[in-house]
Every structure is written in structure tokens, then in C-alpha cells.
């Protein structure tokens, strides 16, 4: 049985470069000002770094503090490739990006597949539930529907999501990639007593946008 967070140790460090690149990207998309960052916590106790980006984005979407949480949670998982790196850019794009189709996009096989997703656990209530994505953002429960969803189709079936991810610019093969990284992450807590959406919540408090979500 998975242990509560405060009966263990931290969890590993999350790196501070999941923030300085996020910011980055947020900077040059003029979403929020440039703030001074400090060394991230070696647990998911509050830290310098993600406080003082909660308070310098006030006016921040509820959507890029939940983006912000899944890169601090999947770091915190150690799945992450290296710091700077082009494969670390392109997560923290498709994260963004991918966050972006499930909230925004009207595509009828995206939303049929977040729909039934969470139907295996919510039933009728799914509908909504996918709805509330466009306030929310990402949630640790909807992105361990949709990595076990995922997991249950062939490359061939999920070519029916290509053309609501192309306005995107997003492949089924990019999307492939982030659901892995959450069955990673999954396995990497539960390996050591955890969950992932008690580490995600944790996370999910610091950022931006925490009060609204």
C-alpha cells in the first residue's frame, strides 16, 4: 500500500532548470515578467524558486502554473533528460503544447479519446470533467487516464488524433512520448512508496495560478 508523503523521505531534487526554462519560454511569449530564481527544494515542501514565480505571475493562466507542476513532477520522478539539452526543450514544448489541444481544441476524436479516457472511472461524468480542462488545466488524474488510455491503443489507432494535433504542431509520436513519461513517472513514485498525483498536488500548490485551478 502507497505511503502518505509526509511518512517519507523527500522525494529526489527538482531541478531548477524545469523553471529557468519554462520562464523563459513565458518571458518571450510575454506571459509573465523575468523574476530572480533561487535553488530549487530537495522536496516538494515550498521552495524559493516556484514561490516567488507564484507571486510574480499573479495575473498568470491557471494552464501554465499546471504545465509548470507536470515538468517539476516528472523531474522529481528523475525521467528527465539533461538540463539544456534538445530532447529537455522538447518536452517542455510538448507539455505546454499538448496541454493546449486537450483545452482548446474541438477536434471530435481528441475529444472523444479524453472522453472515454475518463469514462473507464467517472462514467457520464467524463464529459464534464474533460470540459473543466479548459479552467483547470492539466490534472494529475486526467494525465494518468490518458497515459493508461494510451497505453491501450496501437500506433495505427491513434493516427485518428493527428489531425486535431497538426494545428499544433504536434505529431501522435510526440504525444506517445509524454504519455511514456507519465507511466515513467508513475512507476519511478510507485518504486519508491509514492503516487503521482499526491507528488503532482504538491507541486500543482506552488505555481502560478494554484488558487484558481
Not at 511569449?29 to 514565480?53: C, F, H, M, W
Not at 507542476?69 to 528527465?80: N, R, S, Y
Not at 479519446?113 to 462514467?123: D, I, N, S, T, V
Not at 507511466?183 to 510507485?190: E, I, K, N, P, V
Amino acid at each position: 500500500m502507497l505511503l502518505s508523503l509526509r511518512c517519507l523521505s523527500p522525494v529526489s531534487q527538482s531541478s531548477a532548470y524545469i523553471i529557468h526554462s519554462f520562464l523563459v519560454s513565458l518571458v518571450l511569449g510575454g506571459l509573465v515578467a523575468i523574476v530572480e530564481t533561487a535553488p530549487a527544494s530537495a522536496d516538494p515542501a515550498p521552495n524559493p524558486v516556484l514561490t516567488q514565480t507564484s507571486r510574480s505571475a499573479k495575473t498568470a493562466s491557471p494552464h501554465i502554473g499546471s504545465a509548470m507542476a507536470v515538468l517539476a513532477t516528472l523531474q522529481d520522478a528523475d525521467v528527465l533528460p539533461p538540463e539544456g539539452t534538445p530532447e529537455a526543450n522538447h518536452i517542455i514544448r510538448f507539455v505546454i503544447q499538448f496541454q493546449s489541444v486537450f483545452t482548446k481544441s474541438d477536434d471530435p476524436a481528441v475529444q472523444e479519446f479524453a472522453r472515454q479516457a475518463l469514462a473507464q472511472k467517472y462514467g457520464d461524468q467524463a464529459a464534464d470533467i474533460v470540459k473543466g480542462l479548459r479552467t483547470s488545466g492539466w490534472t494529475a488524474d486526467v494525465l494518468e487516464r490518458l497515459s493508461d488510455e494510451e497505453a491501450e491503443h496501437s500506433s495505427e489507432n491513434l493516427q485518428t488524433l493527428a489531425q486535431g494535433f497538426a494545428p499544433f504542431n504536434l505529431s501522435v509520436e510526440e504525444f506517445h512520448r509524454f504519455m511514456q513519461l507519465v507511466r515513467d513517472a508513475r512507476q519511478a513514485f510507485h518504486a519508491r512508496g509514492l503516487e503521482f498525483h499526491n507528488i503532482f498536488s504538491s507541486r500543482r500548490k506552488e505555481m502560478p495560478g494554484a488558487g484558481s485551478s
